[in-house]
C-alpha cells in the first residue's frame, strides 16, 4: 500500500456536494498534479463531518488544519502554501464563536469538543466507497466475533444488556425486538432496514449511509444471524441519490470480499441484502407499511397484531431498524455492553445524533450522549440563535412531536424526559425557532403536512386532521372563534385514540404542545386578531412609511387591487379594507419603504 | 406520450420499458422499482406506459394506477425540461421557504405541479433535501440553490431561460 505524507479529506455530503465540493476535489488534484504532488498527497471524499453551515469542510492531515467554507477558487491557494510550503492557510480556519480567534483543529471548535460520536464514528474520517478504510476501523470485526465466537442467543442478550433503544422514534428495547423474531419457528426470515428519514428537517440517517454505509451492512448481518434471516432489505428514500449509490458500491464490495453471501467467514450463515427505492410517501416510515411498499404495494399500514416479530414483510418473521440503531451494534459487540450502558442516562443509554437546523448558527448533525441538556445543544454546540434574536423554541420529533419552549431548556434531552413535555425524541430532527416564528402557523406547517401524507385508510385520520387543519387555516386568517381551541382539543383527543397507526396518533401533538405552552400566541390570534410574530400574512398591515418612500410610484402599479394612492415624488399610502396583503408592494419597493406591522 | 415528428424515438423507450420488465419480472414486488425505471425512461407516466407495465408484470392496470397515485414521486403529467423543487421541509420553512415558493409560483405563472406552457419550467414542493445547513434551498434539476432570498428568484430564472436562447 502506498504510503502519503499528507492526506487531504474533503465533505462529500449532500449538503457541501450542493456547495461545490466535487468542483473542490477536481481542482484539488489538478493542482496537486501541477505541482508533481500525486504521490505524496492523497485526496479522500468522506462522508459529512456535520458542520453543515461552515461547508465545504476540507480537512488536511497529519496537521488536522480544517478549513471552512472553501470554494474552488481557495484551492490553487491551499496547495501552493499548505501543501507545497506547509504554510497553513489562515483566512480558511475556522472561528471559534466565543474566542473570537481561529483555530487550526476541529476537535478545538466547540461544535465538536462536547459531542460523541458512535454511530457517526466514521463519517468525516474515512472514504466510505473503499471497504478497505472501514476494515481499517474494525469493520466487519463485530461480525466475525459474532460468527465465530457466539451463539445467536448471546449476541441478543449482549444486544439486550446495552439497553439500545430503537433511534426511530419510539424507542422500543432493540435487543427485546430481536428476541422476539427469534422466536417464531419459519423458513424464512426478514431483516429490514428503515432508511426512509420521513421527518423533514432531518438528515441523520441520509449522513450515516453517505459516510458510513458499512457500518448498517455489517449489523444488519449481525441481526439476521441473531433471529435466524438470511435475506435483508434496506428500504431508502430515491430523493437521497448519494447514500442510494455508496450503498449500491457497499453492498457489491461486502459481497466480493465475501462478508455478505453464502457461508459468511466460514461459518454456516449465509446473508444478502437488496436496496428497495421509497417513491415519496411519509406514511412508509410507519414499519408496517414499509414492508407493503418493498411488497410492492401501495404503501398503508396494516392493523397490529400481528406485530411483524412474527408476522411482517410477506407475512414472515421480521425485524425493522432504523439506520443510526444498526449503526450503533458494531461498536456495541467491539466494545460490550457494559461501555454502551455506562454512556447516557438511566432509561437512555449510549447517544443520539441529532440534525440541527433553522435559527441557528452550526446548522449541520451533532452526536450527543443521552441527557445532554438543550442549551448545551442550542448555545454550546449550536452557537446560539443568529442575528442577536431570542431563542423561543425546539422542535422535536417532526410532524409527530412537539416543542420544548424556552423556560424548559435546561431539559436534559432523552426518550422519556421528552414524552413528559409532550414532543418525543423522534428520530432526531431538532429544529430551532426564535421570536420571529410563529408557533400558530408551525402548528398549521405540521398539519398540512400530515393531511398530505395521511394515506387515507382510516377516517380518523383522513377527516380528523383535515378538520384540525382547517381550524388552524381559520384561526391564522383572523377568522378564529373562541370555541375552536376546544373543538381542537376534542378533535386531537379522538384522533389519537383511533387512528389506525402512528401517522395519525401523534398528529395532533404539534397542536396540543404549541396549545400548552404558546397558549397565548392562540389568544392573540384569535381575540386580538393578531400575529405577535408577524408571520400570518392576514393579520398584518403593510404600511408605507413616510420617511423611506421617495413617491417613485412603483408600489402603485404593481398593486393587483388598486389600493395603493398617492403623487408622484410625494410618500403614497395603502388602503387598508382594499389591500389584500398579496406583498406585491413590499417585493417591489426599490427603498424598503413598506412593513409588515402585526 | 409519442410524438408527430416522425421519429422513432417511441419504439426506442418502448424497447427499453420491456428490458427493464423483463430485469425485474421474477422480482418480488417488482412493480416500484418498474415504475421507477418506467418514469427515467419517460419523464412520467401516461397511461399508456402504466398498461404496458401492467401488461408485463401481468397485474391489473388498477393496480399500477393504485400505485402510481398513492406515491407523490411517479407522476402523471410531465414536468418542465427544468423542474424546480422548492424544499418546504423544516428547516427551509422556519427561514422563509414558503415566501420562496409564492415568489417562484407568481414569478412563472404557476400553480403546485403545473408546467410552464413552453414546457421550460415546473415548480413544485418537496419535503427536506437534505442540505438544511443551506436552508432555504431550491433545485433546479440537479442544481442545488442555498441560501436564498426572494430577491435572488428572478435572477435564477433568468439564467435557465438565457441557457435556452444561447
Ligand atoms: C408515520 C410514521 C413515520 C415514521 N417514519 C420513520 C422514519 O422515517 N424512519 C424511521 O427509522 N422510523 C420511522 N418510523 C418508526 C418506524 O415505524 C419504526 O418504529 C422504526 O423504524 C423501528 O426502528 P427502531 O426500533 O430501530 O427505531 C415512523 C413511524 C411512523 C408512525
Ligand atoms: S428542510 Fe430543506 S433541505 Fe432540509
Redesign the pocket.
Given at each position: 500500500m502506498q504510503i502519503y505524507r499528507s492526506h487531504i479529506l474533503v465533505c462529500g455530503g449532500t449538503g457541501c456536494t450542493a456547495s461545490k465540493s466535487l468542483e473542490i476535489i477536481s481542482e484539488l488534484e489538478s493542482h496537486i498534479n501541477a505541482n508533481s504532488l500525486q504521490n505524496e498527497v492523497k485526496v479522500v471524499k468522506t462522508g459529512c463531518f456535520g458542520l453543515c453551515e461552515k461547508g465545504p469542510i476540507l480537512v488536511i492531515y497529519p496537521e488536522g488544519a480544517t478549513y471552512v467554507t472553501v470554494a474552488p477558487s481557495d484551492v490553487k491557494e491551499i496547495v501552493e502554501e499548505h501543501l507545497v510550503k506547509g504554510r497553513i492557510v489562515k483566512r480558511l480556519l475556522p472561528k471559534d464563536a466565543k474566542l473570537a480567534e481561529v483555530v487550526t483543529s476541529l476537535d478545538k471548535v466547540d461544535f465538536f469538543a462536547r459531542q460523541m460520536r458512535i454511530a457517526l464514528r466514521n463519517c468525516g474520517v474515512i472514504n466510505p466507497e473503499v471497504i478497505d478504510e472501514y476494515i481499517a476501523c474494525d469493520g466487519y470485526k463485530a461480525l466475525g466475533k459474532v460468527l465465530t465466537e457466539m451463539k445467536p442467543a448471546d449476541v441478543i442478550a449482549e444486544i439486550k444488556k446495552s439497553g439500545l433503544r430503537?433511534?426511530?422514534?419510539?424507542g422500543?428495547p432493540?435487543g427485546v425486538?430481536w428476541e422476539l423474531a427469534s422466536k417464531p419457528v419459519a423458513d424464512q426470515k426478514y431483516v429490514c432496514c428503515?432508511a426512509?428519514?420521513?421527518?423533514p428537517g432531518a438528515f441523520m440517517?441520509r449522513s450515516v449511509l453517505e459516510g458510513d454505509p458499512h457500518s448498517v451492512i455489517e449489523a444488519m448481518a449481525i441481526a439476521g444471524y441473531a433471529i435466524g434471516a438470511s435475506q435483508g432489505y434496506i428500504y431508502i428514500r430515491a430523493e437521497y441519490p448519494i447514500a442510494v449509490e455508496r450503498l449500491q458500491i457497499a453492498i457489491k464490495q461486502a459481497k466480493e470480499y465475501g462478508l455478505l453471501g453464502k457461508n459468511i467467514f466460514d461459518s454456516d450463515f449465509s446473508f444478502d441484502l437488496e436496496l428497495r427505492l421509497g417513491a415519496g410517501a411519509?406514511?412508509c416510515?410507519?414499519?408496517t407499511a414499509l414492508m407493503t411498499s418493498i411488497e410492492g404495494k401501495r404503501g398503508e399500514p396494516r392493523p397490529r397484531p400481528p406485530f411483524p416479530a412474527n408476522e411482517g414483510l410477506w407475512r414472515k418473521p421480521t425485524v425493522?431498524?432504523?439506520?443510526e440503531?444498526y449503526a450503533n451494534i458494531p461498536s456495541i459487540i467491539n466494545n460490550g455492553a457494559d461501555w454502551f450502558a455506562s454512556i447516557g442516562t438511566e432509561k437512555s443509554k449510549g447517544t443520539k445524533v441529532f440534525a440541527i437546523g433553522g435559527k441557528i448558527n452550526n446548522t449541520g448533525l451533532v452526536e450527543i450522549p443521552m441527557g445532554t441538556t438543550l442549551r448545551e445543544v442550542v448555545y454550546d454546540i449550536g452557537g446560539g440563535i443568529p442575528n442577536g434574536k431570542k431563542f423561543k423554541a425546539a422542535q422535536t420529533g417532526g410532524p409527530?412531536g412537539g416543542c420544548i419552549p424556552a423556560q424548559l431548556i435546561d431539559t436534559p434531552i432523552d426518550y422519556d424526559t421528552l414524552i413528559q413535555l409532550g414532543s418525543m425524541m423522534g428520530?432526531g430532527g431538532l429544529i430551532v425557532m426564535d421570536e420571529d416564528n410563529c408557533m400558530v402557523d408551525i402548528a398549521k406547517f405540521f398539519l398540512e403536512f400530515t393531511v398530505d401524507e395521511s394515506c387515507g385508510k382510516c377516517p380518523p385520520c383522513r377527516i380528523g386532521t383535515k378538520r384540525m387543519y382547517e381550524i388552524l387555516e381559520r384561526i391564522t386568517e383572523g377568522k378564529g372563534e373562541e370555541s375552536d381551541i376546544e373543538k381542537l382539543e376534542i378533535l386531537a383527543k379522538n384522533i389519537k385514540a383511533s387512528a389506525l397507526?402512528?401517522?395519525g396518533q401523534?398528529a395532533p401533538n404539534p397542536i396540543l404542545s404549541t396549545l400548552k405552552y404558546f397558549r397565548d400566541e392562540y389568544d392573540a390570534h384569535i381575540k386580538d386578531k393578531k400575529c405577535p410574530a408577524g408571520v400570518c400574512k392576514s393579520l398584518l398591515k403593510f404600511v408605507i412609511d413616510a420617511d423611506k418612500c421617495k413617491g417613485c410610484s412603483l408600489c402603485q402599479r404593481k398593486c393587483p387591487t388598486n389600493a395603493i394612492s398617492g403623487e408622484i415624488k410625494k410618500p403614497y399610502v395603502i388602503d387598508q379594507d382594499k389591500c389584500i396583503k398579496c406583498g406585491a408592494c413590499m417585493d417591489a419597493c426599490k427603498f424598503k419603504a413598506i412593513e409588515k406591522k402585526a | 406520450m409519442g410524438c408527430n415528428c416522425g421519429c422513432v424515438c417511441v419504439d426506442a423507450n418502448a424497447e427499453k420499458l420491456s428490458e427493464v420488465i423483463e430485469k425485474y419480472k421474477n422480482t418480488e414486488g417488482a412493480l416500484i422499482p418498474v415504475l421507477h425505471e418506467a418514469q427515467e425512461i419517460y419523464g412520467y407516466l401516461p397511461l399508456s406506459v402504466q398498461k404496458a407495465v401492467a401488461e408485463g408484470l401481468d397485474i391489473s392496470l388498477a393496480e399500477v394506477y393504485g400505485v402510481v397515485t398513492f406515491y407523490t414521486q411517479f407522476s402523471l403529467n410531465p414536468k418542465g425540461k427544468y423542474k424546480i423543487q422548492v424544499c418546504l421541509g423544516t428547516a427551509c420553512y422556519v427561514k422563509g421557504a414558503g415566501d420562496i415558493y409564492d415568489k417562484l409560483k407568481a414569478a412563472l405563472n404557476l400553480n403546485d405541479g403545473d408546467c410552464t406552457e413552453d414546457g421550460l419550467f415546473s415548480v413544485e414542493a418537496c419535503r427536506c433535501i437534505g442540505a438544511c445547513g443551506l436552508a432555504p434551498v431550491i433545485m433546479v434539476n440537479d442544481d442545488v440553490f442555498g441560501r436564498l432570498t426572494v430577491d435572488d428568484i428572478d435572477g435564477i430564472i433568468k439564467q435557465y431561460k438565457d441557457k435556452e436562447i444561447e
Open positions: 430503537g433511534r426511530g422514534g419510539g422500543f432493540t425486538k428503515n426512509d428519514e420521513g421527518d440517517d411519509f406514511v416510515g410507519e414499519e425493522l431498524n432504523n439506520v440503531t409527530s428520530s397507526c402512528g401517522l401523534t | -
